[in-house]
C-alpha cells in the first residue's frame, strides 16, 4: 500500500491549494481518509477526515468554513481544498487512511509522504 501526496507549494495569505493523495496496493472504498499537519518541534495535529461510507466529515475548528475534505473511490484519491489559507497553517501536511475515522493518529493504518505548504503573510 502506498500513498503519494502532492500539491502543497508556497501560497499568499489569502490563497487556496489542493492537495491531493494517491493511493495504490488495495480497495479503499470501505476505508476513512484523514488529513493531519506538522511543524517543527510540535505533534502532528488532526486536520479534516471523512468516513467511508457515509460520506461523514469532521474538521478541527482552525479550518472549518476554509477547508473541505473529499474523496474519488474510483481513483482512490483523497484530496484536501484548503482556501483563505493564512501563515499559521504552514505546516507539513500528511494523507492518511484507516478502518475508522478518527482524531487520532493510532486509527489510520496508512500514511503518504508528506507535502509542504508555506503560507506567507
Known amino acids: 500500500v502506498q500513498l503519494q501526496a502532492s500539491g502543497g507549494g508556497l501560497v499568499q495569505a489569502g490563497g487556496s491549494l489542493r492537495l491531493s493523495c494517491a493511493a495504490s496496493?488495495?480497495?479503499?472504498?470501505?476505508?476513512?481518509w484523514g488529513w493531519f499537519r506538522q511543524t517543527p518541534g510540535k505533534e502532528r495535529e488532526f486536520v479534516a477526515a471523512?468516513?467511508?461510507?457515509?460520506?461523514?466529515?469532521d474538521y478541527t475548528d482552525s479550518v472549518k468554513g476554509r477547508f473541505t475534505i473529499s474523496r474519488d473511490n474510483a481513483k482512490s484519491t483523497g484530496y484536501l481544498q484548503m482556501n483563505s489559507l493564512k501563515p499559521e497553517d504552514t505546516a507539513v501536511y500528511y494523507c492518511?487512511?484507516?478502518?475508522?475515522?478518527?482524531?487520532?493518529?493510532?486509527?489510520?493504518?496508512?500514511w503518504g509522504q508528506g507535502t509542504l505548504v508555506t503560507v506567507s503573510s
Open positions: 492518511a487512511i484507516g478502518t475508522g475515522i478518527g482524531r487520532q493518529p493510532s486509527r489510520y493504518n496508512y
Open positions: 471523512i468516513s467511508s461510507i457515509t460520506g461523514y466529515t
Open positions: 496496493g488495495r480497495t479503499f472504498s470501505s476505508y476513512a
